[in-house]
């Protein structure tokens, strides 16, 4: 949809009387899209006119001019997009803008689709405008399904209207194509007969309103080549529940659809259960049945390793991967299927509607919602994804879920009884703890340091086996200083950074997103928040002092924690999400976990549940 809408004519007379930029900030006032920058609004002020101009002289009058135009199941808008007519062949056609205010820019080096705007010292890269509204005009193309026998209907058009040809020089060199093509103040003429050639001077306005009420969907070509990418070599065997989930789902999908009903699943499982490889076999499947389906997660470091997952390099596929936030303005029941993944962080309430819940958005979003979820992973204030919500939610709807256990253990060694005791140790169950006994798969020990920690997790790499650290979030987390990692996590004469916050690698260090996988993650602490979602063959886990072992019972301790997600949280609560907070950290493990407590006393519980191991005979 976009934020407003007018025949070229009225574009062009609202621009010249300056009224133009202030409805569209009234319009974004009202749309509840976040804070507004004050450079948007200049950005308005000082471009829109400019193509008003052009429309203008073009002689394209009645042509419906489309104004921020958001991008389906996306917080991206493109500036403009122009709805009509081809004049040869009399067939919807839409035209994407993309409106730059500069005057100068420059090839970022070694790089083909970034740039550097401004003259001078400026290292700030941003994304060449062809490049650019080539996405757009793919994610149009992809996500709208009255497009989907239109495949030329679609062009886009970057003009940088301030700026002469010979001070983008490098800009010029990227190859044109019908998605993407770039004009300049010296080339304002080539615009002109270009949007000529793409739109005739008939009204426009069916045309929009076709594009604008179109369903908003995974279009067919896009979910054809879905099936034959995700999981191409599969290395990702479904067993027992999993496939069970997996027929479950395709049949309850098919139903809904033929019987124009809706159902809601629920399936609950465990750390390591398979709950997203089950997920990403879903996907496949769906889209081999032709099915419009659509992956959110919660999480961008999760997301973004899920499309290394996919094996794919394909960015239209990674649309497919979505965020629980993206679905505020979906179309009710305009996907076939939704799939949940991490559904226990979904948020209380929506990011863009005031008094909507975003489990409402996300039950309404599709026939079949598919919620993946673990009660115990719920860890921070505002996230509030359990069976007995998702249930409320849809009774409200006069609907009754389908519960699904996954019941299957594929992490900790495949040890279930692991994952018990880790429940009973934090007293996430009402059965009382017990002593561990090591299992042939997978081993518990309480070391007696971090540096002990490290020495023998270092071991296990040198192993070629992967292993990370984390921590209770217990230490502050500065930014890098001169270019470094702080070494904020001190515990008597051992110090160790947490892991990078920023998008790009740092002299080696992997990105956040990264940290789990990459094998230069071993050198930083992690913490619940790149974690969660991901394991390592070798878990080593500090226990800071937010919680800790007193008499007989876990006691929390908020002064002792350093995230701010959790400063406002009363005691009850920091409790609850502080002990899922460590069920999380210990159950990220393949083969074994390490333990290690600041606080004396609970690392005395430690020792009194985990006996060290019997030396052989």
Known sequence: MPLLRMQAHEFANRCQQGTLADALADRHRQ??????????IRSWRNSLPALASVLTDAALQHVEVLIEYQLALSSLRADVVLAGWHPQTSQPSYVIIELKQWTHARALSETDDLCLPGIGNNNRAF??????????CQYLQDFTTVLDAEPDAVTGVAFLHNAESASVADLLTLEPDNHGRLFTRSTRDLLITYLQSRLSPAHGSVAADELIDSPLAPSRPLLRATAEEILHTDRFVLLDQQQTVVSLVRRAVKKAREADNKEVLIINGGPGSGKSVTALHLMRQLARDRHTVVHATGSKS?????????????????????????????????????????????????????GVRQIDELIDAARVPVFLLDDHQVVRPGEMGSRETIDQAAAARGLQPRHINLNGQFRNGGSRAYEQWVLRLLQLTDEPAIEWADER??????????EQMEDLLRAKEAEHLTARITAGFCWKWSDPHRGRLVDDITIGSWHKPWNLRGESRLHGV???????????GFGQVGCIYTAQGFEYDWNGVILGDDLVWRHDSWQPNPRASKDPA?????????????RNTYNVLLTRGMSGTLLYSIDPETQARLRQLIPAPKPPQ
């Open 31 to 40: 749309a509840r899209l976040g804070r507004l920058d004050e450079r948007e």
């Open 127 to 136: 994304l060449h405008p062809v490049a650019q509204v080539r996405r757009y």
């Open 302 to 354: 999760f997301t973004r390793t899920l499309h290394h997952a996919v094996a794919t390099d394909n960015p239209r596929i990674r649309k497919l991967f979505s965020y629980f936030m993206n679905f505020a303005d979906a179309p009710k029941n305009g996907l076939d299927a939704l799939i949940c993944d991490e559904a226990h962080r979904i948020r209380a309430h929506s990011v863009r509607h005031r």
């Open 441 to 450: 798969t997978f081993h518990v020990r309480v070391v007696d340091s971090p």
């Open 510 to 520: 992997p990105p956040s997103w990264l940290w789990a996988t990459d094998p230069d």
């Open 566 to 578: 959790l400063s406002r949280t009363d005691s009850a609560t920091f409790l609850r999400l502080v």
